[in-house]
Each structure stands twice: as C-alpha cells, then as structure tokens.
C-alpha cells in the first residue's frame, strides 16, 4: 500500500520568514495529493491540493509543488504570521484504484513574532 | 448545512465495553472514513466505504466493526474496548476521490 513521509516533524520559524514541509510517497500512481491544517483542539481542514497532471499551485501565501519523477510533493508558506501555527498533513492518493487517502505524521510549525 | 456530525464528542470506557461511535454527514458524500489520531503517528486509517452497503478495512481495523446501511450515515463500533484504542476518532467524507475529506470535530475516547 502506499507510505507517505513528512519531514521535519517540528519546524519553527519567525514572523515574516517562509516555511517548507516536504513528503514523499511511495505508490507511483498516486496522483492526488492534499494538505490540511489541523490547529490545537480542532479537526484537519483542507487548505489546497494538487493533482498530478499539475506541477504546482498558488493560494495566495500558499503553495504546492509536485515532483512526480521523484515522488516528493511541498508545501509552502511565505510571509508566515501567528495564526499559521497549527500542525500540518499531507497525503496522497490513487484515485484510479484506491479511495485510501493515506497521511503523512505531520509538521509542527511554530510561528514565533 | 451541517457537514460531517460526530457524536458523542467524549467518551470514557472501561476495559471490554462495547460502543459505537456515530457519524453523519448532510453533503451526499460517498466516500466516509475514520480515521484514528495518536501523538506523532498522524491519521491512520481504520474503515473506510466508497457508498451504502461497501465497506472495506484501513491501515488499523482490528477491534473496530463498522456499516453504512445508508448514504448519510456510517458509524464505528468498538466491540470490547481496549486501553490502546484511547484516542481521538475522526470521521469524514468527501464528494469525490479527486476531492479532499470533510472532518467531523472528532470523538476522544478514553479507555480505562
């Protein structure tokens, strides 16, 4: 089945600095892949996604990439503020044979003023 | 609108109770799962059903029991509690495989 990893597990940065988690995963034929956000208490929201005939995508402070060769996909955040402190999941699926949505361990990211 | 509804929102039990774990959703989603969430170890996934009446096991099955009688609904049921299912259950849905899940606000149970 397939596996997906998240590094880093904790990542801190200050206001205003950019932030990248990266994934891997192992199924070459995953081809959809999300990103949620999970603040302290509440439950994953969806915050974007990326398809794989698509290389990256763009919501305003917000970007994916996809690297399908390499099997690696990355979100990142410019310009963070406080509110972007929360946990971070990615995930992958294979939408052609599998309605598993199988998920990363998750990135904590800090967000210091 | 309500989304994705779990109850109840928390839970105690002892050691070998049976319960279920309720969860609907008011989007005519297809696809519903449960997922269950550990420290450090993200969402693991125990059922999932891609419409009424299909069901299939996830990543951590064992000790858990679920049906999907209708669209709407699609509950969990653990059929003797143990203290390693302490954990919070989330529920969700989607429209579509090419669509990302609802969340429902989650169920943490504890097992004593």
């Known amino acids: 089945g397939e596996n997906v990893e998240q590094h880093p597990s904790t990542l801190s940065v200050q206001e205003g600095d950019s932030a990248v988690i990266k994934c891997t995963y192992s199924?070459?034929?995953?081809?959809?892949f999300p990103w949620y956000k999970q603040e302290l208490g509440k439950r994953p929201q969806l915050i974007i996604d990326?398809?794989?005939?698509?290389g990256e995508k763009k919501d305003q402070r917000i970007a994916v990439t996809l690297n399908k060769t390499a099997k690696h996909f990355s979100l990142h955040i410019t310009e963070t503020q406080p509110e972007d402190s929360a946990v971070y999941f990615c995930?992958?699926?294979?939408?052609?044979?599998?309605?598993?949505?199988?998920f990363g361990t998750g990135t904590r990211l800090q967000v210091t003023l | 609108n309500a989304g994705v509804t779990q109850t109840p929102k928390f839970q105690v039990l002892k050691t070998g109770q049976s319960m279920t774990l309720q969860c609907a959703q008011d989007?005519?989603?297809?696809?519903m799962s449960w997922y269950r969430q550990d420290p450090g170890m993200g969402l693991r996934l125990i059922h999932y059903?891609?419409?009424?009446?299909?069901?299939d096991q996830g990543e951590v099955p064992n000790g858990y029991n679920v049906s999907r009688s209708t669209t709407e609904d699609f509950p969990l049921r653990l059929l003797s509690a143990a203290p390693s299912q302490t954990s919070v259950y989330f529920c969700?849905?989607?429209?579509?495989?090419?669509?990302?899940?609802?969340f429902g606000s989650g169920t943490r149970l504890t097992v004593v």
């Open positions: 990326i398809r794989s005939n698509v």
């Open positions: 199924d070459s034929a995953s081809n959809y």
């Open positions: 995930a992958a699926r294979n939408t052609g044979t599998a309605s598993k949505l199988t």
């Open positions: 969700a849905s989607s429209f579509d495989l090419n669509y990302g899940y609802t």
């Open positions: 989007m005519n989603h297809e696809y």
């Open positions: 059903s891609v419409g009424a009446g299909i069901t």
